[in-house]
């Protein structure tokens, strides 16, 4: 069966910093992998999806970015981190009904 | 364009009631249509999925949906709630059109209360 693991579960980190969280699947193979945020109390926000290993599309303009250097493996980077960047950041992975399954989620909290 | 409306942000229900949570959607082609459940810190879970022949789905938790083309809805139904049923659902859609992305709802936050 499938799984799909992120880590960390959850962070703090000051402004300005850097960030890179990490999003692995098991049991599957070629995934479509998505990144989404959630604001607190909010609903889901696409980041970046992927189709395969180096193809990245990207939905929202921001100081984020993201990579897939290996077929099971999505990771979500940002250089400088905002006060904005707070949030709940799930990865999934969508079947062939474009049905997703989800991560986790990693807890971010800019301070 | 394509979109999917929750119209409750959040509804409450005594335990043992039924539920019915609504979801509107608009799509271009024939939709796939999904409802999730989260609970609070968690990742969401997938609860059900239509996407072709008998219009009432069942899923996982007791729950069903029925897709409606006419109304364009497909609306969550759970005959008694449990306490534990309390979290945040949303209604999706996505299929050939829409690519490889699915649309989210914003959410309802169901509370259910002794």
């Known amino acids: 069966s499938q799984t799909i693991h992120q880590w960390p579960a959850t962070l703090v980190q000051p402004v300005g910093s850097p960030l890179s969280l990490e999003c692995t699947v098991e049991g599957t193979s070629n995934p479509n992998l998505y990144w989404y945020r959630q604001a607190a109390g909010r609903g889901l926000q696409l980041l970046f999806y992927s189709v395969g290993i180096g193809q990245i599309s990207s939905e929202v303009p921001q100081n984020l970015s993201a990579s897939r250097p290996q077929d099971r493996q999505f990771i979500l980077s940002s250089k400088k981190l905002l006060l904005s960047d707070s949030g709940f950041y799930l990865c999934?992975?969508?079947?062939?009904?474009?049905?997703?399954?989800f991560g986790p989620g990693t807890r971010l909290t800019v301070t | 364009a394509q979109s999917v409306t929750q119209p409750d942000i959040h509804i409450t229900v005594s335990e043992g009631a039924s539920l019915e949570l609504r979801c509107n959607y608009s799509y271009g082609a024939t939709p796939y249509l999904f409802w999730y459940v989260q609970s609070p810190g968690q990742g969401l879970q997938l609860l059900l999925k239509?996407?072709?022949?008998?219009?009432l789905v069942q899923g996982i938790k007791g729950f069903e949906a029925e897709f409606k083309r006419s109304q364009s809805s497909f609306n969550l139904r759970k005959p008694s709630v449990h306490w534990s049923d309390a979290a945040e659902y949303f209604c999706a859609v996505g299929g050939d059109t829409g690519g490889f992305k699915t649309i989210f709802g914003a959410g309802t936050r169901l509370f259910v209360k002794a």
């Open positions: 999934a992975w969508s079947g062939p009904l474009s049905e997703q399954y």
């Open positions: 239509y996407f072709s022949g008998d219009t």
